[in-house]
Each structure stands twice: as C-alpha cells, then as structure tokens.
C-alpha cells in the first residue's frame, strides 16, 4: 500500500499557536486557498481512496485537494487527540515532556493518555493495511497523528522525542506500507 499522509490546511487556531486537539475549528481562508493549491499534486497520485478525520478542518481539506471528485470516509481512529484543558491555550504552554512521555502516559490536565492515542491510531494503520493492501491510500489528519504514524511506520526522530517532528500543514508525507 502506498500512503499518502497530508495535515488539514491552516485555521485561524494554527495562525495564532493555539492548541486545537478535538475542538472542532474551521480552515480559515489561508488554509483553504493553500488546499487549493495541493489539487494537481494529488491528482498525479491517482489516489483510490480517501480517508479523512472527521473534523472540520481535516474533512474540508480532504474535499478540496481531492477537487471535491472522491468520497470522503471518515473514521474517528484518526481524529486529533485530545489535549483536554489545553484546547485553545498557546501551544508553548503545554509540557512536552508530559505529553509525549509512553512511560509516565500520564492525563495531567485531561490530556488522552499517549498510549491510548497511539494504540488507536496504530489499529487504524493495521486496519487500513489489510483493508486496502494494493491501494493508493490518502490520509488527511492532525499533526498529531502524523507524528504517531511516522512512528509507528519506523520513522522515529534519534532523540525518540516525537514533539520535535514538523509537521506543516498541507505537506504530503508518503509512506510504503507492507
């Protein structure tokens, strides 16, 4: 399977270094516009099938860097974690090291605990493996994800700190999957 892995377009939370996690934010008009800008690309891919969070953001990209000619699916395995009090905080203001952290896999401030995210998103990648195993596979999720999946598909930064990952909006990340 090849897996094509895209983070939804900019919001106005993004702009502002907001945390977002499962706080259902729209594209602001950046992030549409940029969306746009990705169609001929995924339309080279010749993708066979769409895979989508269900948030608002993560969907509309999907629709619009799609051309709005595909179905969409969603499935909840690939929305965004939840990051609990910190939804809506600067970014800066969340302790990495909590967050990330598999051994303490702590939920200080209602944060999901990292290794319930990770097992979530893991059994989506095993799932779509077996589902879609010859296919051309696109994926439009939340950084976070992306992070998990990168991990989860051997891709692990050498310090292990997952945080650290860059993951812009609207970069597709391709990844072969066996």
Not at 38 to 63: E, F, G, M, Y
Not at 103 to 119: A, K, P, S
Not at 121 to 138: A, H, P, Q, T
Request: glycine letters at 4%; hydrophobic letters at 40%.
């Amino acid at each position: 399977m090849l897996l094509y892995v895209v983070r939804h377009g900019q919001t106005d939370w993004n702009n502002k270094h907001l945390v977002q996690g499962i706080s259902d934010i729209s594209l602001n008009e950046k992030g549409e516009t940029e969306a746009y800008e990705l169609i001929d690309l995924v339309k080279s891919l010749n993708i066979d099938v769409v895979i989508s969070s269900p948030l608002k953001r993560a969907r509309k990209t999907a629709q619009i860097i799609t051309d709005f000619k595909y179905p969409i699916n969603t499935d909840d395995r690939i929305i965004e974690r939840d990051w609990g009090m910190n939804e809506g905080m600067p970014i800066n203001s969340v302790d990495t090291i909590d967050c990330w952290d598999v051994i303490l896999n702590t939920n200080v401030q209602n944060i999901e605990r990292i290794q319930d995210f990770m097992l979530r998103v893991s059994e989506f990648i095993e799932d779509i493996k077996i589902r879609y195993k010859d296919k051309k596979v696109l994926v439009v999720t939340h950084s976070a994800v992306i992070r998990v999946i990168h991990y989860l598909l051997g891709r692990i930064p050498d310090d292990g700190d997952l945080s650290k990952i860059d993951i812009p909006n609207l970069r597709i990340i391709e990844y072969e999957v066996k």
